[in-house]
Nanobody
Framework: QVQLVESGGGLVQAGGSLRLSCSAS????????LGWFRQAPGKEREFLAS????????YYSESVKGRFTISRDNAKNTVYLQMNSLKPEDTAVYYC????????????WGQGTQVTVSS
């Protein structure tokens, strides 16, 4: 079992920045993937970025590549999402998720944190 708790959401003006944090606890392996997703009202959940805990690779969706950066601090069991040049269309609930390397499905989810970007 893995428990995930997000923090760092809030209200920001367009063009601004926010850094989301996700604290992980429980049974965590070095090969696990940690990812960030978001869901805006009336839209499907969208993959944003992922990182393997052992640093083997990072992956981004085209919609955020160049603006968002995912990173990790294994000593703190925390993964971050640095979001720059925010746009009103980035407004959504942002979720942290985790999966084992043996599956493509993210089986562990945080409760989400709201990000609102005003124009």
């Amino acid at each position: 079992q893995v428990q995930l708790v997000e923090s760092g959401g809030g209200l920001v003006q367009a063009g601004g920045s926010l850094r989301l944090s996700c604290s992980a606890s429980g049974v965590i392996f070095s090969t696990d993937f940690l990812g960030w997703f978001r869901q805006a009202p009336g839209k499907e959940r969208e993959f944003l970025a992922s990182i393997q805990r052992n640093g083997a690779g990072t992956y981004y969706s085209e919609s955020v590549k160049g603006r968002f950066t995912i990173s990790r601090d294994n000593a703190k069991n925390t993964v971050y999402l640095q979001m720059n040049s925010l746009k009103p269309e980035d407004t959504a609930v942002y979720y942290c998720a985790a999966r084992r390397a043996t599956t493509r499905n993210y089986g562990y989810w945080g409760q989400g944190t709201q990000v609102t970007v005003s124009s």
